[in-house]
Nanobody, 124 residues
């Protein structure tokens, strides 16, 4: 199995930027497709972005496309989410997740391992 720990959350003004990191330990990082999800009090956990094992392909929810960038450094067993042009509606707890499947699922059920989450708050 793999253990995941997110970091980098915080308070940022609308229009600003923030980078989240997800550090993995345990089983080889390259065994997993990785994803970012987020949850608000009003919404269930929703898909944000995913990346393949090699990092060569990414998938984004339409709400973040063009503003967020997912990447991974397999040598460091770490995944990132660069968030630019942040909006109030991006406020959420962000979770990283790992899947041992063969495609970039947009469903939370497609991921087996989860981090504890990191809070991102966008203020006006």
């Amino acid at each position: 199995q793999v253990q995941l720990v997110e970091s980098g959350g915080g308070l940022v003004q609308a229009g600003g930027s923030l980078t989240l990191a997800c550090a993995a330990s345990g089983r080889s990082f390259t065994n997993y497709i990785m994803g970012w999800f987020r949850r608000t009090p009003m919404k269930e956990r929703e898909f944000v972005a995913a990346i393949t094992r090699s990092g060569g392909n990414q998938n984004y929810d339409d709400s973040v496309k063009g503003r967020f960038t997912i990447s991974r450094d397999n040598a460091k067993s770490t995944m990132y989410l660069q968030m630019n042009s942040l909006k109030l509606e991006d406020t959420a707890v962000y979770y990283c997740a790992a899947a041992s499947g063969t495609y970039m699922s947009t469903m939370s059920g497609g991921y087996r391992y989860w981090g504890q989450g990191t809070q991102v708050t966008v203020s006006s």
